[in-house]
């Protein structure tokens, strides 16, 4: 049944924080524009806010990566009136309030808040714009998934796993990180693994949802990978089974065994545990401004390439690279002159190293190297700080070893100068202030094909996660102090997983005599984001009907091509393109599922002080929803409600039970 409605139904799959966020910037926007109701349903099948990654009863030892003070939900900073759309604190205020419990209220904004504390935080946020919202908008929370999205009479129709329908003249999807089907490789571990008594094989996942309980103790378990997850899955196999990190008498830090733990055996291509972050000096509200990586820098740089090739797609490694390296070499060198000579003579070397560069005059350049004393600085090479291990071997385990505690030993002292005082430090954490300005290089075809599958995601990325989207210091010195006591061993670079008759094999052919076997493989790895390979119902329904489709970066007439595995959109509001190049005016797709389509979308909050990137993407789209929004439309009436649902509307969560409301 049809009838003429004045209501606008917006949806959101997805309430984590991009959900969130999108939540956030459609009630500011509504809190200006009194007019007909909206209703805005938001499907989560874990707790609203926090989603799955985020969720509250993660355990304490698993670490945000992003100082406290750096992190806000909330549009706009807090003010006289209750936190609400537009205006609330920062999760470190928050914590300084007392909002995750008195044992956090001393963290300082540069600490690295516990991420269980980042879901509560989270959890509130959502209590908070629900509470506050503005009298036309009701807002239905329910926790389940969307398995199905189709159209009909013109609108969109929402179909959960509980069992509800939903009709929507708008769908957003912020559907986060996915669980992806197993490749070829990986069904062959897991195929292994079924075929043998006590080996198990653990696929890669966020740590919190990673089932580590079977692991035994003093069983060999390997570890794929050595980024941020594998920092996790240590974590939970040593502090999580009783072990505790102390002093030693110099003051380094020192790990006492609980007995409980298992033997550890990890490793990655690199060989390296990701390196610290420098000390937080930066002030919340920090932004830097480029100097070389510019719009205009690459506005000519494309003007170039078509003059060149007939297409304003750049190639990484030729025009963007030597701009970012400019950018890190301007911060690296100016702040080893503000350190030896003062803040004028800074500035100083600063304007003559921005001449230098533009009319490249390296002779000058040279000449003010020695003027301003820092001749003797080493340059730094990004991927030599990244791939310290490149072409070397080592007679055994503990030679490499050896190697590692000394540079982890010396990235740590780095790390301490800071990340404004420290030379080293400053100039790679220059690289997180400036993926605004990458992003508007690479996103949406910014990239000639092959440039941007080989150079950009194959080389730059893993370089660029590993030198300056690394944990804070204290990890890395926790590490040290894992292998130091012998419960963590690193396998060494160029890592080889085989199979075994009693489990797998773990190797590295750079480090003699290192062969061992494991009775559990762990992947701490998060899987790649690909439509092809989502393993979500909904994600395959929508590609195999058509809705959405998988960008291809492809440059006309030259046969280049790269399939991205990303969900295909337009530019802001970035609306779905369907398998008919079409663009979708009501389905909107935002965050990890168009990774690859746009750059490092992954990050899961906004910044306190002018509005940051993260909200901007979300206030594109409620501009946009809220544009289109007609005082009429022609639809089926009302939302199916399934037995036995638990639905939150407004501040009332109501339990429906054969059709009837039933209050709680």
Same mark, same amino acid.
């Given at each position: *049944? @049809?009838?003429?409605?004045?209501?606008?139904?917006?949806?959101?799959?997805?309430?984590?924080?991009?959900?969130?966020?999108?939540?956030?910037?459609?009630?500011?926007?509504?809190?200006?524009?009194?007019?007909?109701?909206?209703?805005?349903?938001?499907?989560?099948?874990?707790?609203?806010?926090?989603?799955?990654?985020?969720?509250?009863?993660?355990?304490?030892?698993?670490?945000?990566?992003? +100082?406290?003070?750096?992190?806000?939900?909330? @549009?706009?900073?807090?003010?006289?009136?209750?936190?609400?759309?537009?205006?609330?604190?920062?999760?470190?205020?928050?914590?300084?309030?007392?909002?995750?419990?008195?044992?956090?209220?001393?963290?300082?904004?540069?600490?690295?808040?516990?991420?269980?504390?980042?879901?509560?935080?989270?959890?509130?946020?959502?209590?908070?714009?629900?509470?506050?919202?503005?009298?036309?908008?009701? /807002?239905?929370? /329910?926790?389940?998934?969307?398995?199905?999205?189709?159209?009909?009479?013109?609108?969109?129709?929402?179909?959960?796993?509980?069992?509800?329908?939903?009709?929507?003249?708008?769908?957003?999807?912020?559907?986060?990180?996915?669980?992806?089907?197993?490749?070829?490789?990986?069904?062959?571990?897991?195929?292994?693994?079924?075929?043998?008594?006590?080996?198990?094989?653990?696929?890669?996942?966020?740590?919190?949802?990673?089932?580590?309980?079977?692991?035994?103790?003093?069983?060999?378990?390997?570890?794929?990978?050595?980024?941020?997850?594998?920092?996790?899955?240590? *974590?939970?196999?040593?502090? $999580?089974?009783?072990?505790?990190?102390?002093?030693?008498?110099?003051?380094?830090?020192?790990?006492?065994? @609980?007995?409980?733990?298992?033997?550890?055996?990890?490793?990655?291509?690199?060989?390296?545990?990701?390196?610290?972050?420098?000390?937080?000096?930066?002030?919340?509200?920090? #932004?830097?401004?480029?100097?070389?990586? &510019?719009?205009?820098?690459?506005?000519?740089?494309?003007?170039?390439?078509?003059?060149?090739?007939?297409?304003?797609?750049?190639?990484?490694?030729?025009?963007?690279?030597?701009?970012?390296?400019?950018?890190?070499?301007?911060?690296?060198?100016?702040?080893?002159?503000?350190?030896?000579?003062?803040?004028?003579?800074?500035?100083?070397?600063?304007?003559?190293?921005?001449?230098?560069?533009? #009319?490249?005059?390296?002779?000058?350049?040279?000449?003010?190297?020695?003027?301003?004393?820092?001749?003797?600085?080493?340059? !730094?090479?990004?991927?030599?700080?990244?791939?310290?291990?490149?072409?070397?071997?080592?007679?055994?385990?503990?030679?490499?070893?050896?190697? /590692?505690?000394?540079?982890?030993?010396?990235?740590?002292?780095?790390?301490?100068?800071?990340?404004?005082?420290?030379?080293?430090?400053?100039?790679?954490?220059?690289?997180?202030?400036?993926?605004?300005?990458?992003? +508007?290089?690479?996103?949406?075809?910014?990239?000639?094909?092959?440039?941007?599958?080989?150079?950009?995601?194959?080389?730059?990325?893993?370089?660029? &996660?590993?030198?300056?989207?690394?944990?804070?210091?204290?990890?890395?010195?926790?590490?040290?102090?894992?292998?130091? =006591?012998?419960?963590?061993?690193?396998?060494?670079?160029?890592?080889?997983?085989?199979?075994?008759?009693?489990?797998?094999?773990?190797?590295?052919?750079?480090?003699?005599?290192?062969?061992?076997?494991?009775?559990?493989?762990?992947?701490?790895? !998060?899987?790649?984001?690909?439509?092809?390979?989502?393993?979500?119902?909904?994600?395959?329904?929508?590609?195999?009907?058509?809705?959405?489709?998988?960008?291809?970066?492809?440059?006309?007439?030259?046969?280049?091509?790269?399939?991205?595995?990303?969900?295909?959109?337009?530019?802001?509001?970035?609306? +779905? !393109?369907?398998?008919?190049?079409? =663009?979708?005016?009501?389905?909107?797709?935002?965050?990890?599922?168009?990774?690859?389509?746009?750059?490092?979308?992954?990050?899961?909050?906004?910044?306190?002080?002018?509005?940051?990137?993260?909200?901007?993407?979300?206030?594109? !789209?409620?501009?946009?929803?809220?544009?289109?929004?007609?005082?009429?439309?022609?639809?089926?009436?009302?939302?199916?409600? +399934?037995?036995?649902?638990? /639905?939150?509307?407004?501040?009332?969560?109501?339990?429906? =039970?054969?059709?009837?409301? $039933?209050?709680?």
């Amino acid at each position: *049944m @049809s009838k003429t409605r004045s209501e606008l139904v917006v949806a959101i799959t997805g309430m984590g924080p991009r959900g969130l966020s999108v939540l956030e910037r459609l009630l500011v926007r509504l809190a200006d524009r009194p007019g007909p109701a909206v209703s805005i349903w938001v499907v989560d099948p874990g707790e609203p806010g926090a989603g799955r990654i985020w969720r509250t009863d993660q355990p304490p030892w698993f670490l945000m990566n992003t +100082a406290a003070g750096e992190v806000s939900m909330y @549009s706009g900073d807090p003010d006289d009136g209750p936190p609400r759309a537009g205006a609330g604190p920062s999760l470190h205020q928050w914590l300084s309030a007392g909002g995750a419990g008195p044992q956090w209220t001393d963290m300082g904004e540069s600490g690295y808040a516990p991420r269980a504390c980042y879901g509560k935080y989270l959890r509130d946020v959502f209590d908070n714009l629900v509470a506050h919202k503005p009298d036309h908008v009701t /807002v239905h929370s /329910v926790q389940s998934r969307v398995e199905r999205v189709e159209r009909r009479d013109g609108r969109l129709r929402l179909v959960t796993r509980s069992g509800r329908i939903v009709f929507a003249d708008k769908l957003v999807l912020t559907t986060g990180h996915p669980v992806t089907v197993p490749g070829a490789e990986e069904r062959a571990l897991i195929e292994h693994a079924a075929g043998l008594p006590d080996v198990r094989y653990v696929r890669g996942d966020s740590a919190a949802d990673l089932d580590l309980a079977p692991v035994r103790a003093g069983e060999p378990v390997g570890v794929v990978g050595l980024g941020l997850t594998f920092l996790d899955v240590v *974590m939970a196999l040593t502090v $999580g089974r009783g072990g505790e990190f102390g002093s030693g008498p110099s003051g380094d830090v020192r790990y006492r065994p @609980s007995g409980r733990e298992p033997r550890i055996f990890a490793g990655s291509r690199s060989g390296l545990p990701m390196l610290a972050r420098g000390v937080n000096q930066k002030a919340p509200k920090y #932004r830097y401004e480029p100097r070389f990586l &510019t719009p205009g820098a690459l506005a000519e740089a494309r003007r170039r390439a078509r003059r060149q090739t007939g297409s304003a797609q750049l190639d990484f490694r030729r025009d963007v690279l030597p701009l970012l390296q400019l950018e890190v070499e301007h911060v690296y060198y100016t702040t080893l002159v503000r350190d030896r000579a003062g803040e004028e003579a800074a500035a100083q070397f600063a304007r003559v190293h921005l001449a230098c560069a533009r #009319r490249r005059r390296s002779e000058v350049f040279e000449k003010a190297l020695v003027e301003f004393g820092i001749a003797h600085a080493v340059p !730094i090479d990004l991927e030599r700080t990244a791939r310290p291990f490149s072409g070397r071997h080592w007679t055994g385990r503990d030679e490499f070893h050896r190697h /590692v505690l000394g540079l982890l030993r010396d990235d740590l002292a780095e790390a301490r100068q800071g990340n404004v005082h420290g030379p080293v430090k400053a100039a790679l954490d220059i690289l997180r202030d400036l993926r605004g300005a990458v992003r +508007a290089a690479v996103d949406h075809g910014g990239l000639r094909p092959g440039s941007h599958r080989d150079d950009f995601l194959g080389w730059f990325t893993p370089i660029n &996660t590993m030198v300056s989207a690394g944990p804070p210091a204290v990890r890395t010195a926790q590490v040290r102090a894992l292998v130091e =006591a012998g419960v963590l061993h690193l396998a060494g670079p160029s890592l080889r997983v085989g199979l075994a008759p009693g489990g797998f094999l773990l190797d590295s052919p750079q480090v003699e005599d290192t062969a061992q076997v494991v009775t559990t493989l762990i992947d701490a790895r !998060i899987p790649r984001p690909s439509v092809r390979h989502d393993a979500s119902p909904l994600t395959r329904q929508l590609l195999a009907d058509g809705l959405i489709s998988e960008y291809v970066n492809a440059t006309p007439g030259t046969g280049d091509r790269f399939a991205t595995g990303a969900v295909a959109t337009t530019r802001a509001p970035f609306h +779905a !393109i369907g398998a008919d190049g079409r =663009a979708h005016p009501d389905l909107y797709v935002l965050g990890i599922p168009t990774e690859n389509l746009r750059w490092f979308t992954q990050i899961g909050n906004g910044r306190p002080g002018p509005l940051s990137a993260f909200h901007a993407d979300a206030d594109a !789209i409620a501009a946009d929803v809220l544009a289109g929004s007609a005082t009429t439309a022609a639809g089926p009436a009302g939302n199916g409600f +399934a037995h036995g649902e638990k /639905v939150h509307v407004g501040r009332r969560l109501v339990c429906v =039970a054969g059709g009837d409301h $039933g209050r709680r």
